[in-house]
């Protein structure tokens, strides 16, 4: 926490400190994305990650 605090030049407090079940974040991310994924939904954007525009990503494998 501290190095990421330092390398961020942010405050860094743990998820439980708002009030979110730190080991489940990780979860529901994948979660959130994989049903944008299955909607057809961007889930990466120029804004954030600097791709061309709003793009899908995955592919489901059964």
Same mark, same amino acid.
């Given at each position: 926490?501290?190095?990421? *605090?330092?390398?961020?030049?942010?405050? +860094? $407090?743990? @998820? !439980? *400190?708002?009030?979110?079940?730190?080991? +489940? $974040?990780? @979860? !529901?991310?994948?979660?959130?994305?994989?049903?944008? $994924?299955?909607?057809?939904?961007?889930?990466?954007?120029?804004?954030?990650t600097g791709v061309p525009q709003p793009m899908c990503g995955g592919r489901?494998?059964?």
């Amino acid at each position: 926490m501290a190095m990421l *605090a330092s390398r961020a030049g942010v405050e +860094a $407090v743990p @998820a !439980e *400190a708002l009030g979110w079940k730190g080991d +489940a $974040v990780e @979860a !529901e991310c994948f979660a959130f994305l994989a049903v944008r $994924v299955l909607r057809g939904l961007p889930i990466s954007f120029p804004s954030t990650t600097g791709v061309p525009q709003p793009m899908c990503g995955g592919r489901l494998a059964g």
